[in-house]
């Protein structure tokens, strides 16, 4: 016999310990993940304004570290650097900073995760330009970049007023698949999709895959949303990332499709980068970072609010000695 | 105890990736430091050339022609850097009353195990108005190359070779001139400027003195040739190769022409 067991959410460490709001800190937090959307927005500059090697040098620039000329494509690698060294402080201090306030021990490592993360693509960007940019490192280093970018976003979320005080409303999940499959599902396809733009951006792989898998991409995250909406859609937390994660990914595949236009049927013969291909392929990536980051935060709000009911099969003996 | 080995393996991960950052970063310097005193690639010493009869040898020469409406010529922005003052059309496909520029000609084959001296002087590429002269170079495999810098800004050049080893330096203003080998054969080795986009040429690495570069009025010779069966590609960097037989007899004066047509090469 079978007994439906419904997992209380509550004994999840995720919000099991009380954690006193701090508005400096979210403040700062909101504020590295926004710097960061605007390091991904100068990252893709430079690779959209093929600039990535117009220092030949790395961590100096010229054999320097002040700075130089800024004309050419050196403007957008050295601004790109610029921003990144800025961004590296920036999450020292915010790692330093959740790991002397937050009670929440997991919050302390997401602040140490971050600082990990943004070490090893600093070491890919440093790699990229000694190494003259082997596609899989630039893409990896795109793909790390929205990791990071992820991550900042997360930081921020769960530092809100809002995360730290509410009392989710929890309504469990028995559909299959679950909501947190198909959220956890869409931050996959995601990724994968990232990672066949980048190859492609970086003259890896022919534009195809990215093109056939951004199909799949629809599917998913449609599915998702409609399911979220549909079923879900009283629960604020998860119908307002869900909303967005749609709006943004019917932006998100204009955008591909002008880029496609722009890059590969138009730009096919220009001798520069051309100006229409800069603006839709930097608003691509841009979209594209932050359709990750509200389907990541979109995942981390069905976990809370909508967790999955599970089945769990109780002994014969057992069930027959609690009926007696 | 879990804790402890991540935290190893995580600082394990880390730590290989500051090594494999500093050899690359060593390996960098290395290179830079190699290049500023002695020639990139130093081609292993060639055997003593084989030689060639002077009053036997043969010229081919000819002209490039392109068939069709001639493409316009892009337009460049050099707007990004105010020191490019050259002019802003690109040379991608250079075509004058019918005649095509740019295209390399060579002896693809024919030539068996022959060698050749490489020539002492180098060969000049000069960055001057934001673009490279010449736009098409070819060289013999470890002849120097001696690259200029004409302009008052600083350039960087960066060959993308598939056959040679890629490298990619700055050239500040009237700074001395690189000088670079290539040691392998490679045709259309690209080379570009990350800081001006628009900056492209191609060198030609051959192991052989049989090549030219067709002139603005599609002409180009070649001298010198021993009597023989010989295979005379012609390559463009946009419309492709065409390859031609021809056989020359000693003291042979023979024309061997060709055509592109709009569209070659794609």
């Known amino acids: ?324 | 105890m879990n804790t402890k080995s991540s935290w190893m393996s995580t600082t394990i991960g880390v730590l290989a990736l500051c090594a494999l950052l500093l050899s690359a970063a060593c390996s960098k310097k290395e290179n830079t430091e190699q290049s500023t005193n002695a020639p990139t690639e130093q081609a292993a010493p060639a055997p003593a050339a084989t030689p060639i009869d002077p009053a036997t040898v043969a010229t081919v020469s000819g002209t490039v022609k392109f068939d069709g409406a001639a493409p316009k010529a892009a337009k460049i922005d050099m707007s990004q850097d105010p020191a490019c003052k050259g002019t802003n059309e690109a040379e991608n496909v250079v075509v004058d009353s019918g005649d095509l520029a740019n295209v390399f000609v060579y002896v693809k084959d024919g030539l068996g195990n022959r060698t050749f001296d490489v020539p002492k002087d180098p060969v000049e590429l000069e960055q001057k108005g934001c673009q490279y002269h010449p736009h098409v170079l070819g060289v013999m495999t470890g002849q120097t190359v001696e690259i200029k810098n004409a302009d008052q800004t600083t350039h960087n050049i960066h060959p993308t070779p598939k056959d040679n080893r890629e490298w990619n330096e700055s050239q500040p203003p009237s700074t001395a001139p690189l000088e670079k080998t290539f040691a392998r054969e490679e045709i259309m080795l690209p080379v570009k400027c990350n800081q001006h986009p628009w900056m492209k040429m191609y060198v030609n690495v051959v192991k052989s003195p049989f090549f030219a570069v067709t002139d603005k009025s599609g002409k180009y010779e070649i001298k010198g040739l021993p009597p023989g069966d010989y295979t005379i590609a012609f390559v463009h960097e946009k419309l492709g190769e065409q390859d031609q037989k021809v056989t020359v007899a000693p003291k042979d004066s023979k024309t061997v022409d060709a055509s592109f047509k709009a569209g070659m090469g794609e």
């Open chain 1, 1 to 324: 016999m079978r007994a439906l067991l419904r997992n209380s959410f509550e004994a999840i460490s995720l919000k099991a310990i009380e954690a006193p709001y701090n508005r400096g800190h979210h403040i700062f937090a909101t504020f590295v993940a926004c710097a960061t959307f605007l390091l991904i927005i100068a990252g893709a500059l430079v690779t959209s304004n093929d600039a990535g090697l117009s220092i030949p040098d790395w961590p100096t620039s010229f054999g320097s570290f002040s700075v130089p000329v800024l004309h050419g494509g050196v403007k957008y690698e050295w601004s790109h650097r610029a921003i990144a060294g800025t961004i590296v402080l920036l999450t020292v201090s915010i790692a330093i900073w959740t790991w002397s306030i937050e009670r929440r021990r997991w919050m302390r490592w997401l602040g140490i995760a971050a600082l990990g993360t943004v070490i090893v693509q600093a070491i890919l960007g440093g790699l990229t330009v000694l190494l003259f940019q082997p596609p899989w490192v630039s893409s990896a280093h795109a793909a790390v970049a929205q990791t990071f970018f992820c991550i900042a976003v997360t930081i921020a979320v769960f530092t809100g007023r809002r995360w730290v005080e509410e009392q989710p409303r929890v309504e469990f999940d028995s559909r299959k698949p679950s909501l947190f499959t198909l959220a956890l599902l869409s931050i996959f396809v995601l990724y994968v999709q990232l990672i066949l733009g980048a190859m492609f951006r970086h003259h890896g792989m022919s534009w195809w895959p990215h093109v056939a898998n951004s199909v799949v991409v629809a599917f998913v995250l449609c599915w998702t949303a409609v399911r979220t909406l549909a079923v879900y859609s009283e629960i604020e937390a998860v119908r307002r990332p869900a909303i967005l994660m749609l709006a943004l990914l019917i932006a998100q595949l204009c955008l591909g499709f002008t880029a496609f236009i722009t890059r590969v049927a138009w730009g096919k013969h220009s001798v520069q980068p051309e100006l229409p291909m800069v603006i839709s392929t930097v608003s691509h990536v841009a979209v594209g970072a932050l359709l990750l980051a509200t389907t990541a935060i979109l995942a981390i709000q069905v976990w809370r609010h909508v967790p999955v009911a599970f089945e769990e099969r109780v002994p014969q003996a057992e069930t027959n000695a609690s009926a007696a």
